[in-house]
């Protein structure tokens, strides 16, 4: 919409109504922006009928409205670790949508940043010049491969993809501050019952303590007061005791965000007919999501903690020139952080982004608690049974019980046999890697669930793909 519009009527003649529906028809915030600062009148009246003005506009705004609960939640999470308390739970997933409750300005600046990032995101997945791992520890497919397979000259080929990973990284920031409440619950216990000597042994530097890459600061009483939380029993099998008593656990501490998930949050934004696997498709992206998301990241302070090595490069053009912030909780690490960013996507090919604790947290307790740390030493001393060959079939990460609880209760599936296997070209090197899930959702490894049988490791299973 140009501003000439405008000018054979006058302005400051406009109803209310009839300005803010000129607001409306903008394309993008930008023109919003230019016709607040025409003038005093339009700008008042910007003011004044802002939310409404912002979610007409957002509406058409890819993603959007994920974009605005993920801020939300994440909002939530910071106001409570501001005050030094463990953030609420999240019962009721929608309430946080702008269909419940229109943005704010302050909101929608948050919005901004944070569909920056995930545009920053998306240009390292397919120009990244650094090296990263995946969840198992081996080399990721490069970059190169995945822009070479992809259809970005296809524009409606293109949306799709764009519809299907950005509503993948939204949700798992969403994911990130609606589970953080479990995940840091030994915290805020350890916290109230003055542990000390546990609340020390959890703290960055925790990988100081490395030998063979495992923590080894966490002691038998610690791992003892870790267990009764049941994410930290991610190690065993769902048909044993400690299993199915976690199963049930997890109804309340999954349930609510897996339910939305799978009923609701697949339904964003999508342009695409729904498929008979349309549940399973948005949960394999979010899971391929994972994967992508969690590599981008490095330590500002260039510590090798929260999962993240310390010999990562960092983003150079995030710490010269113009740059922005963001404040994310990332999932599986569950700490409020602010993620620097260059103001140029194009400047993210040759480093990682920078994160830290939030400013306003930076001092606390908070900023030391290394949850993939703790996780790491668990799988060290896990409780649970273990491939013969763990090289070639390791354990699924311990973040992966939200995908187990989600498919096997809403959907009665389970991974499928050799979902997890681990060798030089193995499904989840190309597939995985290569983000075959946003280009054709009908991969799945997934099949029907088997009560009593670990089925990403039984012989017997069959791969269901759409």
């Known amino acids: 919409m140009s501003n000439k519009i405008l000018a054979t009527v006058s302005i400051s003649s406009l109803p209310v109504e009839v300005a803010v529906s000129i607001f409306e028809q903008c394309d993008e915030f930008q023109e919003v922006v230019a016709l607040a600062s025409t003038c005093k009148g339009l700008h008042s009246v910007w003011r004044l009928s802002s939310s409404s003005i912002i979610w007409k506009v957002g509406r058409g705004i890819r993603c959007f409205d994920l974009a605005l609960i993920a801020v939300r939640a994440t909002a939530i999470v910071l106001k409570a670790s501001q005050a030094g308390l463990p953030s609420p739970p999240f019962a009721s997933m929608h309430t946080l949508s702008g269909v419940v409750q229109k943005p704010t300005i302050a909101e929608l600046k948050e919005v901004l940043n944070m569909q920056h990032l995930v545009r920053c995101i998306e ?9 990263c791992d995946t969840l198992f520890g081996g080399p990721m497919i490069p970059s190169s491969s995945r822009l070479e397979s992809s259809d970005r000259e296809d524009e409606e080929k293109n949306e799709r993809f764009r519809i299907r990973f950005y509503t993948a990284i939204y949700q798992l920031f969403f994911a990130g501050a609606a589970l953080s409440r479990p995940y840091m619950a030994p915290f805020w216990e350890a916290k109230e019952k003055s542990r000390t000597s546990f609340f020390g042994r959890c703290r960055v530097p925790v990988y100081n303590h490395l030998g063979n890459g495992v923590s080894a600061s966490l002691t038998t009483d610690d791992r003892g007061f870790l267990r009764p939380f049941p994410v930290y029993n991610h190690d065993v099998e769902d048909y ?26 697949s339904a964003f934004q999508d342009p695409m007919p729904r498929s008979r696997h349309h549940e399973t498709e948005s949960l394999m992206c979010l899971l391929v999501g994972y994967e992508h ?8 302070n260039g510590i090798h903690a929260f999962g993240r090595y310390a010999d990562s490069r960092i983003c150079p053009a995030a710490l010269e020139g113009k740059t922005r912030t963001a404040t994310i909780i990332v999932f599986g690490v569950f700490r409020v952080e602010e993620v620097i960013m260059p103001s ?33 030493h668990l799988d060290y001393h896990s409780q649970g049974s273990a491939p013969d060959d763990f090289h070639e079939h390791p354990n699924p990460p311990a973040m992966f019980q939200l995908w187990f609880f989600a498919l096997r209760r809403y959907l009665d599936l389970g991974f499928s046999h050799n979902a997890f296997w681990q060798w030089s070209e193995c499904m989840w090197w190309q597939d995985v890697g290569g983000g075959t899930v946003f280009h054709d959702p009908s991969w799945a490894p997934v099949q029907p669930y088997k009560a009593g049988k670990v089925s990403w490791r039984d012989e017997d299973s069959d791969l269901e793909s759409g």
């Open 344 to 376: 140029n996507i194009e400047g993210t090919k040759d480093g990682l982004l920078p994160v830290s604790i939030h400013p306003t947290l930076k001092g606390t307790d908070q900023e030391a608690f290394d949850i993939p740390s703790i996780m790491e």
């Open 240 to 265: 044993t005791t400690i299993g199915k008593w976690r199963e049930k656990e997890y109804e309340n501490i999954f349930g609510p965000f897996a339910s939305w998930l799978v009923k609701e949050g």
């Open 293 to 300: 998301l969690i590599c981008k990241f490095t330590n500002l």
């Open 123 to 131: 240009h390292m997945y397919f120009f990244s010049e650094v090296e």
